[in-house]
């Protein structure tokens, strides 16, 4: 037994920011020279998050092996180095479907299934596959305490404190002191209520994550600490922060990493923050200031694009810049009303999406960019949607489509592609229109060769890069002549050729379609080199625009 366990539960509410303090405590443990990596444990019944709408459960994170997983997994590779796979996400749907699979293979010897030992006992094992993995694995329990789901899940957890012993094992409460403006004081009640559910349960939390407007004082977390049965240097303020990334330093303000590693018995160096401090320092203090129009469909619940959200705030920072988003909704907004609003932003992005909903806003808004020369970036069905319109307006196919969404279209410039070579598994793939919903997609990440002389091999300064998939349609290879002879240039490719992975417009400021996902691959404190010059380029942009003004406007903060 090498690797030691972190599981972080919460209560009272949700969106109390457990997956952030997860990021967080991994990325100071990190910082300490400790070798971390974490797992999601979500107790809907959902095999894995790939089917779930975006509205309802927010972002779908895809991870390098093509795991569709919770956008919980987003935030710890955003703030560690953690290289995430599928084995770190893990449903009850998945766990029962492994349990069924077996009780139906006879397995199990004619027993009686039930959740405690069998259900329970897959969930251990799910979670001991990363002992070995690292120093420290950080496991996430979602949902609340007391949800009926989660039982399962807890009972596994707390097992495990008798299997590995306390050394090996820390329990982290994250819960919520809600400031009452009335009394003009913090309430510890629902705090007290939610460990008495976990105590119930045969948890007792080693330490608890106080997430609350403001700071508690010492009073505070001694009445918490009485009741709860928690050291009061135990509990700590999770304080609301202007910017996520400011977490890990507040955390250690307040001797969380400390304790961490006390409970764990785990010695280490002091932890090393300079990183995340210079990063702070650089985010608040923004010199430009860029306006980027975000066209989907998705745009009422940020949620849905997390990732994409803190690839652009990653981008900007990079640029010295903040970066605005004003989303617009392509199923709304059409005709002068979008373009009116197009003509307030330095860039426009069209991010990726399923279905045909939203699709002739989002060809409004290319055409928009195209013909005005404002910088623009188009994300996997953003990429497709503007080899569409190229097609249509500048090579003359008035009709051209992706099966997708007209399935006769005499010109399907995006298409299933019958046939195709995986890299990932060294087989080909065939794919058709009777193939199954989430099972045929393009998942994962995928090589791609950049061409000389095109915006994306400026931006990564290298021939070869790997970037994250997730699609079933491609760009039609018979109609690569006729595009490339009407001005557009195919600027990235698989390397057998066949896969067309970004197309750019070079007679534009900033212009490129990508059939991948970089967002899922930004970090704070290593920008995606495709957001950091789209940025750069809504800049220029501005700068450009604004020469009476000399230069860009500067941000007063
Ligand atoms: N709907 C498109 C496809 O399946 C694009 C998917 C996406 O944007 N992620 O190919």
Redesign the pocket.
Known sequence: MNTKFIFITGGVLSSLGKGLAAAAIGALLEARGLKITFQKLDPYINVDPGTMNPFQHGEVFVTDDGAETDLDLGHYERYTHAELRQRHNYTSGRIYHSVITKERRGDYLGGTVQVIPHVTDEIKQAVLQLDGEADVAIIEIGGTVGDIEGLPFLEAIRQLRGDLGREHTLYIHVTYVPFIRAAGELKTKPTQHSVKELRSIGIQPDILLCRSEIGLSKEIKEKIALFCDVDTDRVITARDVKCIYDVPVRFHEEGLDERVVECLNIWTRAPVLTEWEDLMARVKEPQYKVRIAMVGKYVNLRESYKSLNEALFHGGVANSCQVEIDFINSEDARGDQLRERLSRVDGILVP???GSRGIPGKLDAISYARENKVPFLG????M?LCVIEFARKKAGLALADST?FAASTPDPVIYLMKEWYDYRSGTMQVRDEGSQKGGT?RLGAYPCRLEADTFARKAYGVDEIFERH????EFNNEYRGILEKAGMKIAGLSPDGELVEIVELPDHPWFLGCQF?PEFKSRPLNPHPLFVSFVRAALAKRHGARSDHDGAEQVVS
């Not at 994300?379 to 953003?382: A, T, V």
């Not at 997730?470 to 349609?473: A, S």
């Open positions: 990726g999406g399923f994300i996997c069905l953003g497709q997708e997609m997730r699609h079933r349609y996902h």
